[in-house]
């Protein structure tokens, strides 16, 4: 999730496999936030959405 190329590489393999007709893949991407959603909400305006 966090690697940009082996995201990519993952991305072309499961396209190839399909392409050959080797069925559907499955892709788990951990990520991490480094930051909140929004720095101009609280989490009391986001509750009230």
Same mark, same amino acid.
């Given at each position: 999730g ?8 993952? #991305? ?6 399909? @392409?050959r007709?080797?069925g559907? =893949?499955f892709?788990e #991407?951990k ?5 909140? @959603?929004?720095?101009?909400?609280? =989490?009391?305006?986001?509750a009230?959405?």
């Amino acid at each position: 999730g966090m690697d940009v190329v082996a995201v990519w590489e993952a #991305a072309n393999e499961a396209v190839s496999r399909a @392409r050959r007709g080797e069925g559907p =893949s499955f892709i788990e #991407a951990k990520t991490y936030r480094f930051y909140n @959603r929004s720095k101009s909400r609280t =989490s009391a305006k986001l509750a009230a959405l």
